[in-house]
């Protein structure tokens, strides 16, 4: 029998019908694929401006403490108390001891430690001043450094960092860092009244109890500005 040219109407809706479906299908995987990316650049949108928004109240309230600590140390000493505590709020949340003193008016004393001024600009943090000297109060790897400004026309100058141990039968001083100064005086200085600097810094492994303290031995300590003669140490 001849055929006559024309499709079965109903296999014509059939496939009409499957194509609709398919389409249908496809639109809906893209929609939901869309959706998806629409929810997680929300998502990472939400992240930052919420990190972004605790950094900013962190930098303008950065003296704000967690309620559940003590707070009675985090105060700013003035210059008429007597710093008998040992920790001092520096102006940013110290996670490490650390701690910065400043030199200005006193010289060495007798003995040839250095004296810094506890009264203004003092930055300590888990770290105890005493006697010129600062205690650690948590053994670890420190960072020690001190610069000293000193008159250049002296014959010598000697700057040492040395420290002592409780837990040492001998109470000898340990001398950790040392820079030595010889001028050379066989031709005049071109100036009168030059100074130079001296400056010490090295790593070591402190214990709980040590103290470090900065001796100077022969030549003048040049008193000028708070910013020539400082000493600090931080846990690194």
Request: glycine share 6%; hydrophobic share 35%; charged share 25%.
């Amino acid at each position: 029998m001849a055929s006559t040219g024309n499709e079965n109407p109903s296999r014509v809706m059939v496939d009409s019908w499957k194509n609709r479906m398919i389409q249908t299908i496809l639109y809906v995987l893209v929609s939901i694929a869309l959706f998806g990316i629409v929810v997680e650049t929300c998502f990472i949108y939400h992240l930052y401006t919420t990190k972004h928004s605790s950094e900013l109240l962190y930098d303008k309230d950065f003296l704000r403490t967690d309620p559940t600590e003590d707070t009675s140390s985090f105060c700013i000493m003035e210059a008429s108390t007597v710093p008998s505590k040992k920790t001092r709020a520096p102006p940013f949340k110290a996670f490490k001891p650390l701690a910065h003193l400043r030199a200005y008016v006193e010289r060495p004393g007798a003995d040839g430690v250095m004296r810094w001024n506890d009264k203004v600009d003092l930055e300590l943090h888990e770290l105890e001043y005493k006697e010129n000297k600062l205690v650690v109060e948590k053994e670890g790897y420190y960072y020690i450094y001190s610069k000293l400004c000193f008159d250049a026309d002296e014959v010598s100058f000697h700057h040492l960092m040395v420290m002592t141990r409780p837990s040492y039968k001998t109470p000898s001083p340990l001398e950790l860092l040392r820079n030595r100064y010889h001028g050379d005086h066989s031709k005049p200085l071109k100036k009168v009244g030059s100074v130079q600097n001296s400056y010490l810094g090295g790593m070591f492994h402190l214990l709980k109890g040590d103290a470090v303290f900065v001796v100077v031995k022969s030549g003048t300590v040049r008193l000028q500005t708070a910013a020539d003669n400082y000493f600090g140490m931080f846990m690194v």
